[in-house]
């Protein structure tokens, strides 16, 4: 396993148009999270799921975004109608099982889709 | 709400010792993290605190103080492949990041 997956590592969309990215976690991790990351900026978290539930989403995460992770692995994080402002760099991360309250929760990253909006 | 705060940039040279101060106020706390990031490249992990008090891990250190709100990351010797962007995150089942370092190593 090499891994937290991103696919696409880029993508340049129009203006109004729907963009769908997949995030493939590393194997036996339960938790994942999705985070979005402008220029200059640090991550900004968007949603998380454990196994298939998605448990919370941010405020930042308007109607346009949906994200789903049907059978408990990869997930994938759509956009629609997407606007200029959208352009970031889109993150996920994984993490393993919590052993008990209080434990590390050490969340692993992909490299990203960077999505710019024209 | 959450405000985490770190300065912009630093500069050093090559084999000298940084340190990064990140402070925060955060409504949820379950640990802070530490994780460095290469332009374009995902942030990678590099240390966590709990406790307070001092975790060493090579050339890396980090130290934790909850009362204060504050935490610190030092870099020794330094080497020119740790310039990079360095990320203060405090864990609430989440993290909420800071908005980075960016440390310039120069010879």
């Known amino acids: 396993d090499t891994g937290v997956s991103q696919n696409p590592r880029h993508k340049i969309t129009k203006r109004g148009q729907n963009v769908t990215f997949r995030c493939d976690p590393i194997s036996e991790h339960n938790r994942l999270y999705w985070y979005r990351q402008t220029l200059g900026q640090g991550p900004e978290f968007l949603t998380y799921?454990?196994?298939?539930?998605?448990?919370?989403k941010s405020r930042l995460l308007s109607d346009r975004f949906s994200a789903e992770r049907p059978k408990g692995s990869f997930s994938t994080l759509e956009i629609q109608r997407t606007e200029q402002g959208d352009s970031a760099m889109y993150l996920c991360?994984?993490?393993?099982?919590?052993?008990?309250?209080?434990?590390?929760?050490?969340?692993?990253f992909g490299a990203g889709t960077r999505l710019s909006v024209l | 709400g959450q405000n985490i705060d770190q300065p912009t940039e630093m500069t050093a040279t090559e084999g000298a010792i940084v340190q990064i101060n990140c402070t925060y106020q955060t409504s949820g706390f379950n640990g802070l993290f530490w994780y460095q990031q290469h332009a374009g490249e995902a942030p990678t992990f590099l240390s966590y605190n709990v406790l307070d008090g001092l975790e060493e891990k090579g050339r890396f250190s980090s130290f934790l103080s909850r009362s204060k709100g504050y935490s610190y990351l030092l870099l020794k010797e330094l080497q020119m492949k740790d310039s990079a962007s360095y990320l203060c995150?405090?864990?609430?089942?989440?993290?909420?990041f800071g908005a980075g370092t960016t440390v310039t190593v120069r010879a």
């Open positions: 995150a405090v864990n609430d089942y989440k993290l909420s």
């Open positions: 991360a994984s993490s393993p099982p919590q052993e008990g309250k209080g434990a590390k929760n050490i969340q692993y």
């Open positions: 799921f454990q196994n298939e539930a998605q448990l919370e």
